[in-house]
């Protein structure tokens, strides 16, 4: 298993995600618990090219300081919703080292988790969501809360992932 950290960019990590505090704990806590207990942590960030100010080089860009990698930990970067997709080279990367399964946090619920959770399961993953791990912000069309819920409670669960509570998560990088 590979804990993936998904977008968790400065630029859009802060207090107008759905349950701000919790999430961002929640991710803390699981980037540590994975090191501690040699369970590969991979990131990806979105680049949306220059000029947007959210490319590298850019503080936004930058992922959110809580979650930093450390240097030997992989980033892989996407210019499209599902880090997934062929250009990022995760997927490659995650087949030559025989993974299965991918343990999925970050932002933003409603675009690249959703389309990169549904990328994994297409490709064979076995996908696992904890929960309070994912969030958003409100949109034209529903807001934060009915985004994370219809997502983490209804669209994934028995579909694309193993939506799970957040103690589950920490046995299971525990070994539990």
């Not at 991979?42 to 220059?50: A, K, S």
């Amino acid at each position: 298993m590979v804990l993936l950290v998904i977008d968790t960019q400065k630029g859009i990590t802060n207090s107008n995600l759905f349950e701000f505090e919790k999430i961002t704990g929640n991710i803390r806590t699981l980037i540590e618990k994975a090191r501690q207990n040699n369970i590969e942590v991979v990131y990806v960030q979105h680049d949306d090219g220059p000029g947007s100010g959210f490319t590298k080089g850019d503080w936004d860009f930058e992922i959110y300081d809580a979650f930093a990698p450390k240097e030997n930990e992989k980033i892989f970067y996407k210019t499209v919703n599902s880090c997934f997709h062929p250009q990022t080279g995760l997927d490659s990367y995650l087949k030559e080292k025989n993974e299965t399964q991918v343990m999925i946090v970050g932002l933003q619920t409603d675009f690249c988790i959703d389309a990169s959770v549904k990328s994994a399961f297409e490709r064979g993953y076995k996908v696992i969501i904890p929960a309070y791990t994912n969030s958003t912000t409100d949109n034209e069309y529903f807001s934060k809360s009915t985004a994370y819920h219809f997502y983490n409670d209804f669209m994934w669960p028995r579909r694309y992932a193993s939506c799970i509570s957040f103690d589950e998560a920490v046995r299971m990088l525990e070994g539990k």
